[in-house]
């Protein structure tokens, strides 16, 4: 209405002129002057609102018994979860569309009471820290990204833009360290692994055993191989047993059953198939071309 236009036209001048902004409040119509304690506490009250508009926003007092609902706390506590699963996964970008989830949640549940909202941000905040802690030590950077700095941000928050702001800040900057860690270990564990099947390929040996011996799950290994090798499991251990059954088969000292029971496997002719499917020719007929060659 004409009221609104000119306050926004207000507002508008002053961020223009003064480089700052302002919000405003519109209390219930009054009778007189007589009612402006009470629609003071209108304004004060409307300007709640801001916290989930933002700065520079015109409140109407009319608009908040409509605004506010009873808190949830069930579905925060799961957006939490799930956002704490993707950090530690190093997964930035579905840690960040979580956190937007809980931005949209937060707005649309428009909780009266601030202080909760920002006691779950400090709770979200202080558990991206001690999880980022648990990867990376407790070594600080000089960088605006150091959580620790962040927490008393939060106490300082009139809206919940700003909040915003910094969980996304702190969920990329720990996802970023984690996900670091991770390549980095990933690459450390696969370096072991490969030694340990280099040492061992010549046992029956499985991928249990592989990772019962490195103290990780089967899939997280199984899952690693084709990651960083572009290969599974089966046909990393496949390869190293065909090159060493190449080298003995150049020695005219071993036969093939020999050779396929040096190279950790017990039958003959599963041998020579595995050999063809690797090296397309049969065992006996690369070692015929070793003769020859």
Known sequence: DELQDKLNYLQQMIENCCDFTVSIAISSPGSGYRDLPVKFRECTNALEYRFYLGNNSLISYSD??????????TVLEQLQRRLMEQIRAGNQKNALDIAESIRSYVYELKAEDKAYIKSFYLSVLSSINILRNSFTGN???NSNLNLTGLYPLIEACDNITDLHDI????VKSAAEKINSYNNKSMKHLLKNAVEYLEAHYNEPITLNDVSEALYVSPFYLSRMFKKELNKNFVDYLN???IRKAKELLTDARYKT????EAVGISDPHYFSKLFKKYEGITPTEYKDRQKTG
């Open 64 to 73: 908040m018994n409509t605004f506010f609902k009873a808190k949830d706390h």
């Open 139 to 141: 070594s600080e950077d």
């Open 167 to 170: 969980l996304n800040e702190a």
């Open 239 to 241: 390869e190293i047993r």
């Open 257 to 260: 059953y020999e050779v396929a």
